[in-house]
């Protein structure tokens, strides 16, 4: 395994991170302990949940926990081993306060995620979503307030644009606030609309941690259009969380998984390996059901595309630059 910097953290964490938002369903709590502790046993040493995570069953304003619970318990005995992120920000009740930015609601959050966990700190905190109602300066404050107990090592920003980050930066030299050091978007093949971002966090030293790096598991090949889903996949058991399998996604898949064949990838080892490839990637977080889909991922960051395979993808899966800038033309 070949580790990267996360960030200015100076962290090494490994290519690929575990994520863990199906934990509790559909992936149960002793199957989820295995996972994390074969993902180790691979070399994996980073770990993302949040304090919101439970699997299928979690609806906007459920009390989650269930994510950090099994965590907590697969760490035990080593801790020390695995880079730990989580998250703050999502709704875990009804309240005004039970989400949010608020310093209220994150030093109360910080508190119940290090008791789930099973830690006394947390590597990486992030900040799970923007909060309009919240100055930056408040929310920043309080990630100082939580990295001077002791409680957190880093910060950092999941859901925010280049301009939010910038900010966050500024404030932190201004302020001698932590700085941070990572950036958790929505980013694949599939879904490229920070892509313009993603200069920016290198420049700077963002480690960018993308997520959903498999869209959700449609960058793997297993669906195939005209055909029902196969019965464990999410398509199936979770519709939902998914898009529309539709004629312009299935040209899209087959056209990739035409070039992932001409260099006999599997396809989502050949999905990965292209975002690995994108600027300041530091981690993919990766969501898994089966240890074989970790070794998959694995794989993947050892795998290199041919050069002109890049320029055949954006033609495929068109970035944002192509469409009209009316800015820069
Ligand atoms: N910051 C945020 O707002 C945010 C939002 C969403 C997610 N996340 C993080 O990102 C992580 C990943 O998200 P995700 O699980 O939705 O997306 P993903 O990593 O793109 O997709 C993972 C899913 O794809 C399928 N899969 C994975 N590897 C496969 C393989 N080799 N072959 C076939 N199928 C495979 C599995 O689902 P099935 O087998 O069930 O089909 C797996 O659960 C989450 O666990 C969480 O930690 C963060």
Known sequence: MRYRVLGSSGLLVSPICLGTMTFGEPVGEADAIELVHGAIDLGINFVDTANVYEGYKRFLGSPGGTAEEIVGKALVGRRDQVVLATKVCAPVGP???D???SASHILREVDRSLKRLQTDYIDLYVMHWPDKHVPLETTMAAMDQAVRQGKVRYVGASNHNAAQLCEMLWLADKRGWP?????????????????????FCERHAIG??????????????KYKRGNEPPVDSRVAEKPEWMWPLD??????????????????????????????????????????????????????AALELPTEHFKKLDTICTPPWQQPDPVRG
């Open 95 to 97: 309240g005004p306060q």
């Open 208 to 221: 960018v941690t993308p997520y959903q790096p498999l869209q959700g598991g449609l960058l793997t090949g």
């Open 247 to 300: 004629d312009l996604l299935f040209d899209r898949l087959e056209s990739i998984e035409a070039l992932a064949k001409e260099i006999q990838s599997p396809f989502a080892q050949y999905a990965l390996a292209w975002t690995l490839a994108q600027r300041g990637m530091s981690s993919l977080v990766v969501g898994s059901k089966r240890i074989e889909q970790i070794q998959d991922a694995v794989a993947a």
């Open 179 to 199: 700085k941070i050091v990572s950036s958790q978007i929505p980013f694949s093949l599939l879904r490229r609309e920070f892509q313009n971002d993603l200069p």
């Open 99 to 101: 989400r949010g930015l």
